[in-house]
């Protein structure tokens, strides 16, 4: 079975510390989408290397420490690359122990959630929400993870995004409102309401926007995205287009909703909201247009429903959804 794959740990270590070929990347994004169990495994590899250091570091420690921490854990060669996970871990704890020991004291004030100004909010397999010091409302879908400054010092309002949230953001002209996501891309705002999903690379990073125009920026290039239209980036080019999908926030409300949906597109949202559904073969062809939406129901419910509109079968088992005639 597809959930049997392991990731190699010295894999995920070249992984973070940022020595791992497009290919190897691409391979740990598709098993991180295959389980849940797969992503939290990957959340907690991610804690444990990160520490909170690397990633809270002001820019310019960032540019100089980082690079030399990266070019002592490198794997220069094929032998090296498979050397023990105990060997790979050892190298880093050396390294963090010798960081720590010179500046753990105001680093840890500084950077560390938990501890000085800094704080963070994560997900397990829950949805929760949040008030910020600002009173903008942020919701987290599961294993997601904020992280922001205590009291956004000197009207500083600047979050760094790890997952799926739907903020809400209180009004403020004189002080902008930024997410930052690991793919490198900033959302900016002065107060209105968006979707952004993030963490899992940049080719599946999507912003919906609600309400209001949200600033949009990915290196160089900057978009204003209107609400009712989303961003997203295919090969480093940011489009903007009308939204694909009106059930981006049913992880948040419950709620499904089909306009004259075909099959594919309410299956495609039926395998995004249950987890329930890991994998659809649909084995049959159809044209009809289906209205119809559940409201927090059983997934049981809904393809009793499914099977009556489209006059097919609906059998699921073992995570897998097949539709046939």
Do not use: C
């Amino acid at each position: 079975m597809e959930d049997s794959v392991i990731i190699p740990t010295e894999m995920l270590v070249r992984y973070f510390s940022g020595d791992i070929s497009p290919d190897e990347k691409k391979r740990i994004e598709a098993w991180r989408r295959r389980s849940k169990k797969n992503e939290r495994t990957f959340h907690e590899f991610k804690t444990i290397w990160e520490a909170e250091y690397h990633s809270l570091l002001p820019q310019d420690a960032v540019e100089s420490d980082w690079e030399k921490i990266r070019d002592r854990i490198r794997f220069a060669s094929p032998k090296t690359r498979f050397a023990s996970v105990a060997d790979a871990f050892l190298k880093i704890a050396a390294i963090f122990i010798l960081m720590f020991a010179v500046s753990a004291a105001l680093y840890t004030y500084w950077n560390v959630p938990g501890f000085g100004r800094w704080a963070s909010f994560q997900t397990g397999d829950y949805v929760d929400s949040l008030q910020l010091p600002d009173n903008s409302v942020v919701f987290l879908n599961n294993y997601s993870s904020l992280k922001y400054l205590k009291n956004f010092d000197n009207g500083k309002r600047s979050v760094s995004l790890d997952g799926e949230g739907f903020f809400d953001v209180e009004s403020d002209t004189k002080n902008p409102f930024k997410v930052k996501t690991p793919e490198g891309v900033i959302v900016e705002v002065f107060g209105t309401s968006f979707h952004l999903e993030s963490g899992k690379g940049i080719d599946n990073l999507e912003l919906n926007v609600t309400e209001g125009t949200v600033s949009f920026g990915y290196r160089n290039h900057r978009e204003y995205v209107e609400a009712g239209h989303s961003a997203t980036i295919q090969d480093d080019v940011v489009s903007v287009m009308a939204f694909s999908d009106e059930n981006f926030l049913s992880w948040k409300t419950g709620k499904l909703e089909f306009n004259q949906s075909s099959l594919q597109a309410i299956v495609k949202a039926l395998k995004e909201h249950y987890d329930e559904i890991r994998e659809v073969h649909i084995n049959t062809y159809s044209d009809v247009k289906v209205t119809t939406s559940f409201t927090n129901q059983p997934i049981s419910e809904v393809l009793e429903e499914l099977e009556m509109h489209f006059d097919k079968k609906f059998r699921l088992n073992e995570g897998v959804l097949t539709i046939s005639d």
